[in-house]
């Protein structure tokens, strides 16, 4: 979500942004600056804004930097979520920039208005892309809960690229109550690739079949991916309450130990420092996991050792700052309570996993100074996953 890098355009004013992103890339210094503002605008509400953000959707694709800022401007009209932009995005579904395309898509379905059904053919039409458009036009169908799709839909429920034929699956599942077909997808939870185990999370989050939680829950992939879908599962309207019966499942998703995960057994390294600092850092989510598991097991001083040594090299990289929180969190490491505060408090988006970690670590160590603090995220927190948890830390704290 682009709303986790509002901090890198901070320094960028609102009428900066809008002088800079309809200017001709030839007479800029730093061209680049022309999709920066794109992204800028799209955390802004003026109306001048918004025309400007409207206007960048028919930049020419022939320059790179227009045809960058196009997509950045589309992006940021989805996150607006002005009714008003429908007509452009709409536009945007006939061209030929695929990226452009995927962006209108996914605008669109944020914009959560009903199509006409001229709009929904042309919605419709994108089904004829590559793969990737393949899929995000899916889930939009499928979020969007148009039915006319149904027989090219059904099509592609066999096709061979799984990403595909997933997304149609949960298609099926939500719109058609084909459940049925959702169990194509559960191998695909663990498989060697990540991207087709994280698909396959998506996947069974968009289907809508409450029923899957538990095949989520024990996925080893991303937990912040996880719990989105989790939510939209047993919190589909937003309301950070869950039914007591999907709660303990939530609070194992929540906690994320690493032991109950479906981690196949090359993922997990061998126990010693330097093995475990490359998992931790892998591009891969279950090698990740499989990095903290290694440090869970690490023999205690060793394990103390390792763990200050990672948080003064790699404390910035918020990956292993989640872990680190979380090993801290479960293993209820009283001599690291300091790093649970360190965490809690972080501000910046992309550690809001962090928090999530932080917050049961304050459970488990009993630090009840933070209660402040869970407090208000219980009450303000953007994140659902986030603001969930720390309603159920406080009440058992």
């Known amino acids: 979500m682009a709303e986790r890098f509002d901090n890198l355009t901070e320094g960028l004013t609102e ?3 809008i002088n800079l992103i309809l200017a001709d890339p030839e007479k800029l210094d730093r061209p680049v600056d022309k999709y920066m503002a794109a992204t800028r605008l799209g955390a802004s509400n003026t ?5 400007v953000l409207l206007a960048a959707t028919e930049l020419s694709p022939e320059n790179l930097y227009d045809r960058i800022t196009r997509r950045k401007a589309i992006d940021a009209l989805g996150r607006r979520k002005d009714p008003r932009a429908k007509p452009y995005l709409i536009k945007v579904l006939s061209g030929e920039d695929e990226a452009a395309v995927i962006n209108a898509i996914d605008a669109i379905t944020k914009l959560g208005k009903e199509l006409t059904k001229d709009e929904e053919k042309l919605l419709i039409n994108t089904l004829e892309g590559e793969d990737i458009q393949k899929r995000a036009a899916i889930q939009a169908l499928c979020k969007m809960k148009v039915t006319n799709a149904k027989p ?5 429920s066999n096709d061979t ?7 149609a699956k949960a298609y099926l599942a939500k719109v058609y109550d084909q459940i049925e077909k959702l169990d194509d997808l559960i191998p695909q939870l663990s498989d060697k690739t990540a991207g087709r185990r994280r698909s396959a999370v998506i996947d069974l989050g968009d289907a809508g079949d ?3 939680i538990k095949d989520i829950v024990y996925a080893p ?14 919190d589909p309207l937003k309301t950070a309450n869950v039914a007591a019966e999907h709660e303990s499942l939530i609070c194992e998703l929540l906690k994320d130990n690493p032991e109950k995960l479906n981690l196949r057994p090359e993922w997990i390294c ?4 330097e093995d475990i600092v490359n998992n931790l850092q892998h591009r891969d989510e279950a090698r990740q996991y499989g990095g903290a598991l290694s440090l869970m097991r690490l023999e205690i001083p060793k394990r103390l050792e390792l763990i200050d040594e990672i948080k003064e090299k790699l404390w910035s990289d918020y990956v292993t700052h989640y872990y680190l929180t979380s090993v801290v969190s479960l293993q209820k490491i009283e001599s690291k309570a300091e790093l649970i505060r360190l965490a809690l408090a972080e501000t910046i988006p992309q550690y809001t996993k962090s928090r ?4 049961w670590g304050c459970l488990n160590l009993g630090l009840t100074d933070q209660k402040p603090l869970l407090e208000e995220l219980a009450e303000e927190a953007p994140w659902i996953p986030l603001k969930w948890t720390c309603k159920h830390v406080l009440k058992q704290m």
């Open 152 to 156: 090219k839909i059904d099509l592609l």
């Open 161 to 167: 690229n799984p990403l595909v034929s997933g997304a």
């Open 15 to 17: 009428e900066k942004a």
């Open 356 to 359: 999530i970690a932080a917050a």
């Open 270 to 273: 061998d126990i010693n420092p």
């Open 47 to 51: 109306e001048e804004s918004l025309q």
């Open 221 to 234: 992939v991303s937990m912040s991916l996880r719990a989105r879908s989790a939510f939209n599962l047993v």
């Open 210 to 212: 409450v029923h899957r």
